[in-house]
């Protein structure tokens, strides 16, 4: 289910960055599960470095013959605390909250569940929920076979940087993406009253 992830490679990508930007002065945070984590490694950037960290990132990882989409995705979002930082995620292209929302769609019967995409509210704040909006879909033709035709989301009040840009490229066209206002679990409340389901 990784999708060709080699996590070898990976750190080996991850740490070659690293030590390029040490030659420079440069210090990175890195977190401290990365040694034990097979499927993720996950830094904190300063937000000034985060264009050139990424580029000297995917140069190694196109080295390590671990390119950028089919194999490795980079999630970005912005730091909880300090908005002059951010988090970068380097995992496979398979493994986001899209995919595991699909996934769960696709297994709910094996519960004892099932839901139609027209059942399906996703809710998010940061980058890192940004493929689950990319699952869903309309009916003007435009949809992947696997998108959520039906389906809605909604991104809450208060959301990091990335994701109120992200909504705006996405929100202003659809009618089955809400920008909400309220933040939070008040937010999911909002959409739930805009799409008229409560």
């Known amino acids: 289910a990784s999708g060709g992830w080699d996590n070898a490679a990976v750190r080996r990508a991850v740490q070659a960055t690293l030590t390029a930007l040490e030659r420079r002065g440069e210090q990175i945070d890195v ?44 999630v970005i979002c912005s730091h909880i605390a300090n908005p002059e930082l951010a988090y970068i995620d380097v995992v496979p292209a398979l493994a986001d909250k899209g995919a595991a929302t699909r996934w769960l769609l696709d297994n709910a019967a094996a519960c004892g569940a099932a839901f139609a995409a027209t059942d399906v509210l996703v809710c998010g704040d940061s980058g890192n929920d940004q493929a689950m909006f990319d699952l869903l879909g309309d009916d003007s033709g435009e949809a992947r076979p696997d998108q959520l035709v039906g389906g809605k989301g909604v991104i809450v009040g208060e959301s990091k940087p990335e994701m109120v840009a992200y909504a705006r490229s996405k929100a202003a066209s659809r009618d089955w993406i809400h920008l909400a206002q309220e933040p939070a679990a008040a937010g999911v409340l909002e959409a739930l009253q805009h799409f008229r389901w409560i």
């Open 31 to 74: 977190d401290a599960d990365n040694a034990r984590n097979t499927l993720k490694q996950a830094l904190t950037v300063p937000r000034t470095m985060l264009d050139d960290f990424l580029g000297i990132l995917r140069a190694r990882l196109i080295a390590e013959d671990i390119p950028e989409g089919p194999v490795v995705q980079l």
